[in-house]
């Protein structure tokens, strides 16, 4: 059997707590039968239920912190699907901390030719955000500086990689507060380059 499983759809998640989330999905379809369904967390696989259930509960999540979770359908054979769709959830903060400051709605897409273009939305800080910090795999890359007035909306930074096609980036970023600290980091994002 080398055809993987179709990938799962309307995959959702609900927060349970501050430290646990509740997923569910509709199921994946495959030629002979699917036997389990692996839940990543960015590119890392974090749980695995069988093939049978439609969701999953994780627990262990920190309090205050942004994640990107995607479920793929595995068969006996170990052909794993397609990500489903990606959902993001942001814990509810610890009992007297500050408010999450992560950038939202991050979205990554890869050009043919090596580019990799991101878009997200900044937080609300009560000023203009001006510096963004990006990082690839969880290492610092590059600061993303705007200048004297950060675009307005949605912001839109694009870059070359020469890494080979097929090669995967994990990407989070965060902004630099108006006291001068980094704030939280945005809910990862995976892009393949072309």
């Known amino acids: 059997d080398r055809t993987p499983p179709t990938a799962p759809t309307g995959l959702r998640v609900t927060p349970d707590g501050s430290r646990a989330a509740a997923l569910r999905w509709s ?12 839940v990543y967390q960015a ?5 695995t239920v069988p093939g049978t259930a439609t969701d999953a509960r994780l627990t262990g999540l920190r309090p205050g912190t942004a994640y990107a979770f995607t479920v793929r359908a ?3 054979a170990e052909n794993s699907s397609p990500d489903s769709n990606a959902v993001d ?5 610890a009992p007297g901390a500050p408010a999450n400051t992560a950038p939202t709605d991050l979205t990554a897409t890869a050009a043919k ?7 997200w939305t900044p937080p609300k800080t009560g000023a203009p955000v001006t510096h963004h910090e990006l990082h690839l795999n969880g290492r610092f890359t590059t ?8 675009p307005p909306g949605r912001a839109t930074y694009a870059f070359p990689v020469t890494d080979p096609p097929g090669t995967r980036y994990t990407v989070t970023l965060r ?6 600290t980094w704030g939280d980091f ?9």
């Open 74 to 76: 595995r068969d006996a």
């Open 113 to 119: 030719g090596g580019e990799i273009t991101l878009t």
């Open 43 to 47: 590119d890392t696989r974090v749980h």
């Open 89 to 93: 959830l942001t814990t509810a903060p």
């Open 27 to 38: 199921p994946a379809r495959d030629d002979t039968r699917v036997t389990a369904y692996d």
């Open 143 to 150: 600061t993303v500086v705007w200048g004297t007035a950060p």
């Open 175 to 180: 902004a630099r507060l108006p006291d001068g």
């Open 186 to 194: 945005s809910a990862p994002r995976t892009v393949v380059v072309r």
